[in-house]
């Protein structure tokens, strides 16, 4: 019914750049909030950067000044351009979206993810 698709991640060096897309697709209404989270070997999973579909946003205070979030309503998008990158920064990103769909029972809402694209800062 929707899906997630995530692109852009990569292996780069420190202080170097990065920029993230994931694109909805499918029965989609209307989509809520998008955000990015991470998750690195050993860790849970945290909260990157979201985006309201007014475009209020959010950071972690560990990327804030460095990352920036954006998105495209009409292309169903959401980018995260990563700036100076770390290597703590090393995670597989996932992209979330909270959305409303078609179901046969009519308009639902739920939340969806991506398949996760891998980032990786050497130093």
């Known amino acids: 019914q929707v899906q997630l698709v995530e692109s852009g991640g990569g292996l780069v060096t420190v202080g170097g750049s990065l920029r993230l897309s994931c694109r909805a697709s499918g029965s989609i209404f209307s989509i809520n909030a998008m955000g990015w989270y991470r998750q690195a070997p050993g860790k849970q999973r945290e909260l990157v950067a979201a985006i309201t579909s007014g475009g209020s946003t959010n950071y972690a205070d560990s990327v804030k000044g460095r990352f920036t979030i954006s998105r495209d309503n009409a292309k169903n998008t959401v980018y995260l351009q990563m700036n100076s990158l770390k290597p703590e920064d090393t995670a597989v990103y996932y992209c979330?979206?909270?959305?409303?769909?078609?179901?046969?029972?009519?308009?639902?809402?739920?939340?969806?993810w991506g398949q996760g694209t891998q980032v990786t800062v050497s130093s």
């Open positions: 979330n979206a909270n959305l409303t769909y078609y179901s046969l029972s009519g308009l639902r809402v739920g939340d969806y």
